[in-house]
């Protein structure tokens, strides 16, 4: 399989229109601080997605203790347990992605990037005032909205701020700052979910903490440049130019005072309309892509939200299960910071395919241990694979779309994985109660083979290669 891109290069005699100079001069920039301290804003603004992301599977005994919820149910849709909390999260991250991913291709990376993030914080603030399991998955679904629409603008934002040599690291070190969340949160939940402070219910004071702190949001936002590829491909020519002049200038590169072109060059940039997603050279990527999500979240969420529960269903106490878990959390962070010394070495497929392989022997491990000790080391473990997969695909299926549906293009196959969530809850509680902690590795042993065989069979190879040149 190969990925034609919109933008086929210049032939000899036509002058560059402005969104291919600024795709040049993007890829010859230096990777110097400035490119990464833009890096490190971003993935600081999207720590605040992750914690309120991940807090589903820390706080889950919370919910089933305060009676809000139980850990499984009667019916396989039982809208009264955890299940259906993990369900009504990846719901709303389904509509988020699949319906308004066009947002940040309309209106920008930076605007997005702020009022998404400020529109999920508000939603759990109301999620953490309900006394109703109706009320907790209704305004849960609302907050995932704004998730959704927040991860895939990250996602964009990022590829088109930095290098392609430079891309597989910047990713991993957006994911690695992201994920310092992860312990945050773990440990907010083992020492506040066990207690009620001041007679409010320690589950909520964990939603509340990181929707007061997300107000960051505000400082970080002025210090975040528009993506000068978004601008030119939306004819905004001259904000383009001024502003990768800024970049260029504070990434120690000599100034390049060429103007933009006064009008569109003679060979135009073609324009890419949602439907031609689903018609070639882009239809194979899409449909690849989408069962890919669709596998990939059986392995990382069916752990990731569940681990405190498949602790207790293991036999430990609620308290040691947080414990163990937040020693768990630790590796989010710190796997990805480590993977980045590979990031840009391999192919992402490969890189994905490797991380699944690992996860499913870790998994069946993890299932068949009882030891305390034994455990945490094989969650650490399948923690790192799963963070190294993650770091690997939110590059690799933002890189291969074009410029000017590229938010709604990767949030349409990154749907996939968050439709594929919101039912895996119902599953994994279901495999929980049928066949017990083994019958769930069993589940994600599977949904991780299709993807090594999706991966190496039609992967397309992306390193080294500029935006809309793949």
Partial sequence: MSVVGIDTGLELGTAPSGPDEISRRLEGMRATGYVWKLVILLSLGGCFEIYDLFLIGYIAPGLSRSGLLSTTTQAFFGFSGIGAFVAATFAGLFVGTFFLGFLADRFGRRAIFT?????????????????????????RFLAG???????????????????????????????????????????????????????????????LIGAAA??????????????????????????????????????????????????????????????????????????????????????????????????????????????????????????????????????????????????????????????????????????????????AYHAYQTEVFPTQIRAQASGLVYSMSRLSATFSGFIVAYMLKEAGVTGVFGLITAAMLIVVIAMALFGPDVRGKALDTV
């Fill in 145 to 207: 909205i704004g998730i959704g629409v927040e991860v895939i603008t990250i996602d964009a934002y990022i590829t088109e701020l930095v290098p392609s040599r430079m891309r597989g690291r910047a990713f991993a070190v957006n994911q690695s700052i992201m994920f310092i969340a992860v312990p945050v949160v773990a440990f907010l939940a083992w020492w506040l979910v066990p207690l009620a402070p001041n007679g409010v219910e320690g589950w909520r004071w964990v939603v």
């Fill in 214 to 391: 997300s107000m960051i949001i505000w400082v970080l936002r002025l210090f975040l440049p528009e993506s000068p590829l978004w601008l030119a491909r939306h004819g905004r020519t001259e904000d383009a130019f001024r502003i990768l002049a800024t970049l260029e200038a504070r990434s120690g590169a000599a100034a390049n005072t060429s103007a933009p072109p006064a009008r569109p060059a003679t060979q135009t940039t073609a324009r890419v309309a949602f439907a031609d997603l689903f018609r070639p050279p882009y239809v194979s990527l899409v449909v690849l892509f989408m069962v890919f999500n669709l596998c990939q979240a059986f392995g990382f969420y069916g752990f990731a939200n569940w681990v405190p529960t498949l602790l207790v269903e293991k036999g430990i106490t609620v308290t040691k299960s947080l414990q163990y878990s937040f020693i768990v959390a630790f590796a989010y962070p710190i796997a990805p910071l480590l993977a980045a010394s590979f990031a840009d070495r391999f192919e992402r497929r490969w890189i994905i395919a490797g991380a699944c392989i690992a996860i499913i022997v870790f998994g069946m491990a993890f299932a068949q241990m009882t030891a305390p000790a034994l455990l945490i080391v094989c969650g650490v473990l399948l923690t790192a694979c799963n963070t190294t997969m993650s770091y």
């Fill in 115 to 139: 009022y998404a993030l400020l529109a999920y914080s508000a939603a759990s603030v109301i999620m953490a005032c309900q006394t109703s399991s109706g009320g907790l998955l209704l305004w």
